[in-house]
């Protein structure tokens, strides 16, 4: 009997995590990322596993984004002790985005912590701390790709190449149960054909299960050649109006995608000569990574290298790593191209970079990656009139590019095609990783096209897999009992009773209302926005 928990990007795209058991009592994870998005989702990270982390034996990493590796340290904390199995590039990022992830949850602890001492309330901890990731890196096990590796207790497992970002790998799983073997599949994150930098995602053939992401189920992106000239448009509207040009981007894969189309486009002349700056400590050492890690380039990358020319480099080209020099971006005026992290604009300098040009008709905004609901940069997408930065709300007034064939994800297409390869084989295929509605629309066009039974699971749900029967779904345990809603519904009756006095007493005392009432009930319409 197998079983595979589903604790993570199920009904979601981040928290990737998923539990495998058999009935000889191993157990392995693939994937132990960090919930990202709205404070609902985001409190995911700090509850209970769903597992003893002591008796995981190995974890399967499919690749080092942060919503895939980003819970490891906590992992580790907790008592896990087995290998974590990975391509070594992937290994080499891990240790720079565990030190980062940890970095920012002490920063982040440390604000929330003062917060609470100024209303009185205790501090908090932060998630994990730096000493925590240092750490987990020792358990670090790089195992190059396209070689099948046997573990104890019959189970055996072989990296592929998911062509989503460098390093990025696809898992085949093979488990031995009681007189047969079961073959399960991960697509981790899957790259489109004809990407950037990295090779074209490995093609498999064979599987019983299939797990497989839904980032982009529902959509497709635009053509690679469009999106480019979108990309210069996007800069020449900028420079034409003196503003500076914002392209929040991820650290790893987008940051070197984006620098490798700049460097094109200044080697054919196309560029705007203004400067550019690369205002990511982290981007700046994944750079360096990708510049090491040659031999994982695709052909046209490396014909670049074989012409004299770094992919990533440009005479206008600036690295910012200290908070001085991000600083005087802003302080500097002028047109200028600004690449910062976070991808989805919720932590980091790209913030910092918002706050200053967001409201500034005639400057650029580029969103050149995937965006979370709930995020700062989903909502900057869904055009929203202003948005929060630093607790402050900014107008949305620079001009929004939404590029989409950008994306290191596949498309609805480039999944259609990827599982293709899978029809003759008629494996289950379970839609992972993805919001509800792209999910659905990849499950549909899979069933209709490949004749293949497809399930989305939700999160903790646990699945009896075994060849040629059908699929055993565990109850998953219920979210909100009527006891709970009832509960909920007297809470509500009491707010609006305390709003209701708040209100008279607000009309009567007018101006003695500070800023601390104003802050601590901005606080209170923000969770409530989170809870609706």
């Known amino acids: ?41 985001e409190k995911r990270n700090s509850m209970e596993w769903g597992f003893d982390p002591q008796e995981i034996d190995a974890l399967l990493l499919t690749h080092a984004h942060i919503d895939h590796s980003g819970r490891i340290p906590k992992l580790v904390k907790d008592g896990f002790k087995g290998k974590i199995i990975t ?35 205790n501090g908090i901890l932060p998630l994990y701390t730096t000493e925590d990731a240092q750490k987990s890196l020792k358990y670090l096990s790089p195992v190059e790709r396209d070689r099948v590796v046997t573990m104890d207790s019959g189970i055996r497992f072989r990296l592929r190449n998911a062509g989503h970002i460098l390093g990025s790998s696809l898992v085949e799983l093979w ?30 053939i064979e599987a019983d299960f299939l797990f497989i992401e839904s980032t982009y189920g529902n959509r497709l992106h635009r053509s690679f050649d469009d999106s480019k000239a979108e990309l210069l448009e996007a800069i020449r509207y900028a420079v034409s109006n003196n503003e500076k040009v914002i392209i929040p981007a991820f650290a790893m894969e987008r940051t070197q995608e984006i620098l490798y189309l700049l460097g094109e486009f200044s080697r054919d002349g196309s560029l705007p000569n203004v400067p550019v700056y690369l ?62 992290a976070s ?24 969103i050149v990656g995937f965006q979370a609901q709930g995020t700062t940069g989903r909502k900057i997408v869904d055009g929203e009139k202003s948005v929060k930065i630093f607790r402050e709300d900014v107008a949305v007034r620079a001009k929004v590019f939404t590029i989409g064939g950008f994306s290191a994800h596949a498309d609805q297409a480039g999944l259609l095609e990827w599982v293709g390869n899978l029809s003759q084989a008629k494996p ?14 990849l499950a549909e066009k899979i069933e209709e096209r490949f004749n293949l039974e497809t399930h989305i699971p939700v999160w903790k749900e646990t699945l009896t897999l075994s060849p040629g029967k059908p699929i055993r ?6 979210e909100a009992s009527p006891e709970m809603e009832q509960a909920m519904l007297n809470s509500l009756s009491s707010i609006e009773g305390k709003l209701a006095t708040l209100k008279k007493t607000i009309e009567k005392r007018g101006k003695t209302i500070t800023e601390k009432n104003l802050e601590s009930l901005k606080h209170i319409e923000e969770d409530l926005q989170d809870i609706s």
Not at 190 to 203: C, M, R, Y
Not at 308 to 332: H, Q, V, Y
Request: with cysteine; charged share 25%.
């Open 87 to 121: 391509s070594p590039p992937t290994a080499e990022l891990c240790e720079i985005m565990l030190l980062d992830s940890a970095h920012i949850q002490e920063m982040e602890a440390e604000w929330q912590s003062r917060r609470n001492h100024r209303q009185g309330k």
């Open 428 to 441: 289950r295929v379970f839609i992972v990783h993805g919001e509800p509605t792209a999910g659905q629309a």
């Open 279 to 340: 205002d990511s400590p982290l981007a700046i050492k994944a750079t360096e990574i990708f510049r090491k890690n040659k031999s994982y380039y695709d052909e046209e990358a490396r014909v670049i290298v074989e012409q004299g020319f770094d992919p990533f480099d440009m005479p206008n080209l600036t690295f910012t790593p200290t908070t001085e020099g991000s600083i005087a971006i802003n302080e500097k005026p002028g047109p200028a191209i600004v690449i910062a």
């Open 343 to 366: 991808g989805m604009c919720t932590a980091g300098r790209i913030k910092h970079h918002l706050k200053h040009n967001l409201w500034r008709p005639g400057a650029s905004i580029i």
């Open 1 to 41: 009997m197998i079983k595979v928990t589903c604790l993570g990007a199920a009904g979601s795209v981040t928290g990737s995590n998923y539990l495998i058991e058999n009935s000889k009592g191993k157990k392995i994870l693939v994937d132990c990322g960090l919930f990202q998005g709205g404070r609902e989702m």
């Open 473 to 478: 779904k565990e109850a998953v345990p219920e």
């Open 175 to 204: 488990i031995a149960d009681t007189d047969s073997e079961v073959k399960l599949v991960f697509s981790g994150d899957l790259g489109k054909q004809d990407q950037l930098i990295v090779k074209d995602p490995h093609e498999v």
